[in-house]
Nanobody
């Protein structure tokens, strides 16, 4: 599976933005796809993930819970991250990631659980 992230841009605080991650084939529909981000000078961090293997699970970082929504369009092989009420601290490069293996719930937030990564899309939120 190859991933292509898009949709980033420059927005103002309080605005909304939708990121997309297109997968090269339908394999991604069955397993786990997620979003991570990396702000300048910081480590990459977990944002949200959607697991479809062994039961559906949606997991969000506390910092985005209630503001961001992860979803998938299986027919199009695309994952979305709908971001609302954006804050300057949301500024980062956003990466989509995929795992073809089942990930246990406790490991869904771990970067090392994901084997395939997209190239990243820049989101900049001005104050």
């Amino acid at each position: 599976v190859q991933l292509q992230a898009s949709g980033g841009g420059l927005v103002q605080a309080g605005d909304s933005l939708r990121l997309s991650c297109a997968a090269s084939d339908r394999t991604a529909n069955t397993y786990t796809m997620g979003w991570f981000r990396q702000a300048p000078g910081k480590e990459r961090e977990f944002v949200a993930t959607l697991r479809r293997s062994s039961g559906t699970a949606y997991v969000y970082a506390d910092s985005v819970k209630g503001r961001f929504t992860i979803s998938r369009d299986s027919a199009k092989n695309v994952m979305y991250l709908d971001m609302s009420r954006l804050r300057p601290e949301d500024t980062a490069i956003y990466y989509c990631a995929f795992s073809s293996r089942h990930i246990i719930t406790s490991a869904l937030r771990s970067e090392s659980s994901y084997r395939t990564w997209g190239q990243g899309t820049q989101v900049t939120v001005s104050s």
